[in-house]
């Protein structure tokens, strides 16, 4: 038998997620995030999922590539934009809308040779001082762009810091700053938008309201750009769970008991013994560890699914094992289906958000981090 690590992806629940974030922002274009090999989903099992999107935003040129060899015909964002000159030609040549984000990316297009009118994103730094212009030298930029002929049409970005934020939390302002900054810096100059992340689209729909009426008529329609949340995974986490949300799990990472232990009081488990039993315990160990990128720092107590029933690890993660409790699930056994996120095969919801919380870090880092060995089906 096959080690039964199993990856199930949903792309059904994928069109679903895709329906709620369309319900909470019914007038704005949606782009699907595919990067990191769609949040580590893999673009091909997704694809099915991903048509009622309005576009498809990707990191990397061989993503492009990938989307268009499905037959994805809609626009394509490249959400960091060229690296280098040659990657225009690809865009040219696979018709991908990209941001612009720096001088360097402006010199670029001016320095590319095509017959390929160009959509670009230009990216304001409103605040989160990782990408874009500042606010003063963005009206310079945007009027470079327009005066290259390789440019056909400029839409304006940015991005927010602490969409994300827990509503008592002064973060929570950042959204409102950054909003007026960009409403500030863009609104004479016309074009589409894009704001929005999953946190965002969920939790301030912009393209509802705000950011429209604070733009001039030439407003024309906000492009958000939702990650996480297609995913199933909620983007503000523990404020809202998934299910808060009515997002389903994308992914669900099942395996099974491999073997059981029976420990006395005083025994420990697992490598650097950190474990120590105070009772007598019956322990399971599951084929599943930080080599198929199940967290290591995962500390005891991290929940999983027993046949559909919460248990939780005990003592350190291994590269290919870890250890369970099964002291009160007598009928566990090797053989037992364990989830270790998603959903357990009655339906029983273990969110990453919640396995990502204990091991003190994101959903997005535990999905992205799917290995390569996990076998992988699409549902
Ligand atoms: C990845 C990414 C997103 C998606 O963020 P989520 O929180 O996953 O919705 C949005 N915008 C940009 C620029 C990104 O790089």
Redesign the pocket.
């Known amino acids: 038998m096959p080690r039964p690590l199993i990856a199930t992806i949903h792309p059904e629940h994928i069109a679903h997620n895709l329906s709620v974030i369309r319900a909470h922002n019914p007038h704005a274009n949606i782009w699907a995030?595919a990067?990191a090999n769609a949040y580590g989903h893999g673009i091909e099992r997704v694809y099915n999922g991903l048509h009622s999107a309005d576009g498809i935003a990707v990191l990397q040129i061989d993503e492009a590539q990938r989307v268009r060899a499905l037959g994805w015909r809609k626009p394509i964002l490249m959400?960091e934009g060229a690296f280098e000159l040659r990657d225009l030609e690809d865009y040219s040549r696979l018709r991908c809308w990209h941001v612009v984000h720096s001088h360097e990316q402006i010199d670029m297009l001016a320095a590319h040779k095509t017959t390929q009118p160009h959509h670009v994103f230009l990216k304001l730094n409103s605040g989160m001082n990782r990408l874009g212009f500042p606010p003063a030298q963005y009206a310079s930029a945007y009027a470079r762009l327009m005066a290259l002929p390789q440019v056909e049409e400029v839409s304006h970005m940015t991005?927010f810091a602490c969409a994300d934020a827990p509503p008592a939390q002064d973060a929570t302002a950042t959204v409102a700053q950054q909003l007026t900054c960009f409403t500030e810096t863009t609104s004479a100059l016309g074009g589409a938008l894009s704001l929005s992340?999953?946190?965002a689209a969920l939790r301030h729909q912009l393209s509802e309201g705000n950011a429209q009426n604070a733009q001039s008529s030439d407003f024309t329609g906000e492009w958000l750009?939702?990650?996480?949340?297609i995913y199933g995974c909620s983007?503000d986490y523990p404020v809202h769970s998934a299910a808060d949300w009515g997002l389903k799990p994308a992914m669900s990472l099942n395996s099974q008991i491999i073997a059981t232990q029976q420990i006395h009081t005083g025994d420990s488990v697992g490598y650097g013994a950190s474990f120590t039993a105070d009772k007598a315990m019956r322990i399971g160990i599951v084929a599943c560890g930080y080599a198929d990128g199940y967290p290591r720092h995962a500390p005891t107590g991290t929940p999983v699914l027993v046949n559909g029933q919460r248990s939780h690890t005990v003592g350190r993660v291994s590269m290919d094992m870890l250890a369970i409790n099964l002291s009160h699930l007598p009928e566990a056994t090797s053989g037992s289906t364990v989830t270790l996120w998603g959903a357990a095969a009655d339906g029983t919801p273990l969110s990453a958000d919640e396995v990502a919380q204990h091991a003190n870090t994101i959903s997005?880092e535990l999905l992205c981090a799917l290995a390569q060995r996990v076998v992988t089906v699409t549902h």
């Not at 750009?225 to 949340?229: E, Q």
């Open positions: 995030i990067k959400i991005h992340n999953s946190a750009r939702a990650g996480i949340a983007p997005y």
